[in-house]
């Protein structure tokens, strides 16, 4: 039992190393989804949400959320905010990185449209240096904790006999 729990301890830290990295890659698509509506169709941001909730992966969880929070007739911001604070727990995400998402939140959709433009521009530079970070990091220690945690399972396992 001990053994089994072990492993599964490393594999769910590894596994969520792995979905960190995801989410913040299909967020900065996202992103720049947001900013090539912005700039060419100027839709609504809700229309934007809903159009590319439909997506598969991690972020659509996010924007359903978000498109949910919505529905329950909670402005942009709070729905947003509300949708950032599930974020940490389900996806492994770093508090600055859920504070960075949340405060891209509260600022959409406040200034014009060029502003909105530079605003996810700025948004996609931060989001790029915190996905290269977290690469590293996945890259480091994704594989050592696979192993910490086998070692662990087989350690235990060799004191039990």
Do not use: H, P
């Amino acid at each position: 039992m001990l053994i089994a729990s072990s492993t599964a301890l490393g594999y769910a830290t590894s596994r969520k190393l792995s979905l960190r990295v995801r989410f913040l890659q299909q967020y900065l698509q996202f992103i720049s989804y947001i900013n090539t509506e912005i700039r060419y169709t100027q839709r609504v941001l809700s229309e934007i949400i809903n159009s590319y909730s439909d997506t598969k992966g991690e972020i659509s969880g996010f924007l359903s959320q978000v498109k949910e929070n919505l529905k329950s007739e909670e402005g942009f911001v709070k729905a947003w905010q509300d949708a950032a604070e599930s974020l940490a727990d389900a996806y492994g995400l770093r508090k600055s990185e859920k504070e960075l998402i949340s405060k891209f939140g509260k600022e959409l959709g406040t200034t014009d449209v060029r502003g909105q433009i530079s605003l996810c521009e700025l948004n996609q530079k931060l989001m790029g240096a915190v996905l290269e970070v977290a690469k590293e990091e996945k890259e480091k220690k994704s594989k050592l904790y696979l192993m910490l945690g086998t070692s662990a399972g087989i350690s235990i396992a060799i004191i039990l006999l």
